[in-house]
């Protein structure tokens, strides 16, 4: 992982609010106790109070903290909501880290003063710990819990549940369990993935926990779902990098064989190996990519077997079905019968890639491993050296692998002209040997491992969406206005067209008085800027009978004009026919007599559909968008969709 700070030169601790931050010691207190945070959401929050003057965009964030590992821009975000969860911070009124939309994280706390961290220290109070039998009176648990317990409808909800995870991670792991009756799959491989990321979590095991297999389920679809984008770009590079290091190779002994004395290969064989080497190289390198990609998402306690054995599988299924193929097609097409390798060599590499990657890259946590600088370079040779050895070590047992496979082949037919006698002989053998082969199958080991081991992707951190489909109900709608537009003058912007899509999410708060107005503008631009929505339409509606949407001016002598207004149109203390509840059915369990908000809502819009320009809310100078309480206050929740490119 990286280091932030140099430990050569003096560093300064930092003091803000109840907060002691300090790097040399790697320690947060908050009044002298301390408040654990993982690595590298420590490291974050030592970055951003360092750039405390500027707004710090994702991408250097991921560059310093996250260098040698590829996340998407879910890690970020759970991070800072983590260390806004430790720090006591609100996202919608920031005292300490503010989002800025579209662009980054700036911490905003004006009163930062910087000490000497050589000196006298605080005694550190012990770190508060919630035990079994030892919870708050007041269940935090409850709700919490009922959170995590079903599936999410949507990756708006999924955060939310990540979210409640790491937050009954806090409170206590133990507890949290123990309250979890039931099975629950989900929820336990929840707490599970979320274990990772939040510094005060306990042991969440699965085996010898309820429905173990369900759990194991849940928790590679989470895994899996999370690191898919990432895992899918990872075997893309790495079947690309084994499939160049397969087309050098082969053209090398394409070309060598050539030249050697006594060589009847015309220099035809120089493209013809290089193409083999290719198609070889890749195959092979997008089954151990794959394999390797796909552990290191599943397993994050057992990496280095993980990466073994995700190795060994995806380079053993390959070459069976090379190996199958292979035979199959030179009996059917040319009659031959040439013994064609495949699986057990790629059992073999696969795992010792595996091994290699694992070994240089031990060092690394939080996420999938993509070594820079230095670090790629010791990756790319100890995987190259991996698979050197264990191609060695599978000719010296009699198992070819390209090169020795294009010899046998070339022996049994009649007029072949790529047999690598000539090759052994330039060793001192009178023909292709056990030298020649340990030689030749070492160096395709060597090449291969160079190829596949991960190269550094350009744009490891890029923000990694799915983005939702338009649904077909509304793609149907916009090929019948298609259909019937009348012609009209076109202004062309130059920028290639994008594919619609269409985003939800469900804004949940409580509100605090009676007639309240919520200013919602800032979470509606902070959520396009996260749909990626550049141009389209925004839907914010409200779900309840006693709430309104509507788009005005925000300030305070004007709000207070708005509450006198709402008063005199329908008043809090006139007579409501609904307000009497002997004269009404099926009324709920403290049901409040509302029929004053039911009046003032019915005069006022439940929802306001937004022009968006530019990734943002395409408002005049004044105008913001309230959720207007009316019978407060309650827990409400507002639902929007955005819909655009």
Request: aromatic share 4%.
């Amino acid at each position: 992982m990286s280091t932030l700070i140099c430990p050569n030169r003096s560093m300064p601790r930092y003091c803000f609010g109840e907060f002691v931050l300090s790097p040399r010691r790697r320690l947060l207190l908050r009044n002298g106790r301390e408040q654990p945070l993982i690595p590298r959401y420590f490291d974050l929050l030592v970055f951003l109070i360092e750039r405390r003057g500027d707004a710090v965009h994702r991408r250097e964030i991921f560059d310093r903290v996250w260098s040698d590992v590829v996340v998407s821009d879910g890690a970020l975000s759970q991070a800072i909501r983590t260390i806004r969860r430790v720090l006591d911070d609100d996202r919608r009124e920031p005292r300490f880290v503010r989002t800025v939309s579209r662009h980054g994280y700036q911490f905003v706390f004006v009163g930062v003063t910087e000490e000497e961290d050589d000196g006298g220290w605080p005694d550190k109070a012990a770190p508060v710990a919630i035990t079994e039998g030892s919870a708050p009176s007041d269940d935090l648990y409850g709700p919490l819990i009922q959170q995590i317990t079903h599936l999410p409808a949507s990756r708006t909800e999924e955060e939310e549940q990540r979210e409640a995870a790491e937050t009954l991670h806090a409170l206590g792991t133990t507890e949290a369990l123990r309250r979890l009756t039931g099975s629950h799959p989900f929820a336990r491989a929840l707490l599970r993935d979320t274990r990772w990321d939040a510094a005060e979590a306990g042991p969440v095991p699965i085996l010898g926990g309820p429905d173990v297999i369900s759990v194991a389920w849940h928790l590679a679809r989470l895994r899996l779902r999370r690191g898919a984008g990432i895992a899918a770009a990872r075997w893309t590079t790495a079947s690309i990098g084994g499939g160049a290091a397969g087309a050098v190779g082969g053209a090398v002994g394409g070309f060598l064989l050539a030249v050697a004395p006594g060589s009847a290969a015309p220099p035809a064989v120089v493209p013809v190996l290089a193409v083999i080497g290719a198609g070889c190289g890749a195959l092979a390198a997008a089954g151990v990519g794959a394999g390797l990609s796909i552990a290191e998402s599943l397993l994050r306690s057992r990496r280095t077997l993980a990466l073994i054995a995700g190795g060994a599988v995806g380079g053993g299924v390959v070459g069976l079905l090379v190996q199958l193929i292979g035979r199959w097609s030179l009996a059917v097409l040319v009659g031959v019968d040439a013994p064609v390798n495949g699986g057990l060599e790629g059992l073999v590499i696969g795992g010792a890639a595996g091994l290699g990657f694992a070994v240089a890259t031990a060092h690394v946590n939080g996420g999938l491993a993509a070594p820079r600088g230095l670090g790629r370079l010791r990756a790319a040779m100890m995987t190259a050296g991996a698979c050197g050895l264990a191609a060695l070590g599978l000719a010296m047992a009699g198992r070819s692998l390209v090169g020795g496979t294009i010899h046998a082949i070339t022996q049994a037919s009649i007029g072949g002209q790529a047999i690598l006698t000539p090759l052994g002989r330039l060793l001192g053998e009178p023909g292709f040997g056990a030298v020649s082969a340990a030689l030749i199958s070492t160096g395709e080991g060597l090449v291969f491992g160079l190829g596949c081991s991960q190269p550094e992707n350009p744009q490891s951190h890029q923000n990694l969406r799915t983005r939702s489909p338009l649904p077909e109900d509304f793609r149907s709608l916009r090929a019948d206005a298609s259909a019937r537009r009348a012609p009209m003058d076109t202004i062309t912007t130059g920028a290639p067209a994008c594919a619609s899509s269409c985003s939800f999410k469900r804004i949940n708060l409580t509100t605090r008085y009676p007639t309240e107005f919520v200013d919602l503008t800032d979470q509606l631009n902070e959520f396009l800027a996260a749909a990626g929505v550049q141009a389209g339409i925004l839907n914010v509606q409200t779900l309840h009978t006693t709430t309104a949407v509507v788009v005005n001016e925000h300030e305070p002598l004007l709000l207070s004009d708005f509450h006198a207004c709402i008063e005199r149109i329908a008043p809090r203390l006139a007579v409501y026919n609904h307000d009497d509840m002997s004269r009404r059915a099926e009324v709920g369990v403290g049901e409040p007599p509302n029929g004053h908000a039911h009046c003032r809502a019915l005069l006022l819009p439940t929802a306001a559909c937004l022009n968006v320009v530019g990734g943002r809310l395409a408002l005049g100078r004044w105008q913001r968008v309230f959720l207007v309480e009316l019978d407060g206050p309650r827990p409400r929740a507002i639902s929007v969709v955005a819909v655009g490119e």
